[in-house]
């Protein structure tokens, strides 16, 4: 790839190209950089069509330090050349990237270590997975209160200490990662913890009731858990999650709201993060294909047919192959949407339609045969 | 020096027309930029080098409006002038 072109190879192509003599094109190459310095010391500006300006910029001196010694240095003014590229030069280069476009941010999106939009979806299973990884406390202490109604007399014990411990836990982990743990629990669990926990109660001491209060809500979240997850990769049953999520932090919010001040500052941020993936999603998808790793892509593939057809406000459906064309360096299936449908936000419709071809969409092989389908309005 | 002052220069030096001389300064261009695009490295001994350079991606926050914006990433031209010239000019 970084290969190195020196002046002979110049002069070599160029012989090649042009049927000129190898002494006759060196001259020219050679005269063509000796001029261009000779103009430089003379003028302080050359500018040539085609490549771009070479300019003398005067440096002013400016005091340094020594790295290894600390000692102050001053680094005597002098003039450097710079060069600034052709427009026609910079827009050659930069080719390969041209259809990228400059994007404005929606406020509130939060990207501190990746400056990458694409983040969101991943965000968005963290937010996931984070509360699961509390749950895990609440869980053990939730298990010996099962084995209860089997073995009553060394159950005592521990459902005193889960008598302790929960509130506690419950006051600190965040409102929504409550909801989260009675999600994440097998729905089978609960309806075999809450019965025997109910009977215990009534045995035992008021203690427990508080624990009785936290038990009969998660059950409400339980069949919508087993709805979303069978698709819980599909980014719908995602948000539906997740606003249900939202749904129970409100919830939450006022009813814990004295007895866990400072557990209310994580809902908000969440809330908003999601409310933003959802505005910025559809817009951004394009620059997916930069840096998508392999998993969430297909995600987002199915994703962006639904944003996509939003935005058109068609359904479009494949009737036929306009044509079929090899894949050549540079090519990618957004610049072919582009140039067959106008818009770039139909690219999926080519993955779709080569399903043997283009396994990945992220790495279509150059030289593969592409068949761009025939969109037309769904009816 | 403009891109005729420097084509005629260049014309009157090699014996050549202006004409003639434009044409083959920019095939000497052209060949450059075809090496480059494949992201070769053009050295030319005695004056520099010629290097294309990935910009990733960025954020940048427009001072008046505090709106942010996610530049794309990019390729530029880069020109690194030898250590001959530089100190030539220094």
Redesign the interface.
Known sequence: ???????Q??VE??CL??GMTKKNAD???R???D???E?????K????????T?K?TEVDSRESMNVNTGERIEIQG????S?T?DTV??E??????SH??????N?G?L?EDT???KEEPKQEDTADETPEVMVEQPEVLVEPKAETPEEVPVVEEPVLEVKVDEPETIALDSPDTVAEVVEEEVSTKEPVLEEPVQQQIREEEKVVEEEIKQIPEPVVATPAREHSKTTFRILIGIIIVLLLIILFGCYWMFFRSDKATNSQIPPAPIQEKTIETLIVEPAKVE?DT?QVSKDTLTVQTQLEEQPEVLSEDVVYEITGTITSLTLEPGQTLVRLALKYYGSKNFWPYIVQYNPDVIKDADVVPIGATIKIPKLQPKK | MNNKEFISELARKLGYTNKDTSQLVSTVIGVMTQELQEGKTVAIQGFGTFEVKKKLERISVNPVTQQRMLIPPKLVLSYKPSTNLREKFK
């Open positions: 790839m970084n290969e190195k072109i020196t002046l190879d110049i192509l160029l190209k042009h001259a020219l190459v005269g063509m950089f001029l261009i310095e103009a430089l010391s003379t003028e500006y050359v500018k040539i069509k085609g490549l771009g070479f003398l002098h003039t450097k050349i060069f590229p030069m910079k050659l280069i930069n080719k390969p990237f990228f476009e400059t994007v404005v941010l406020e999106v990207l400056p990458v939009v620059e930069l």
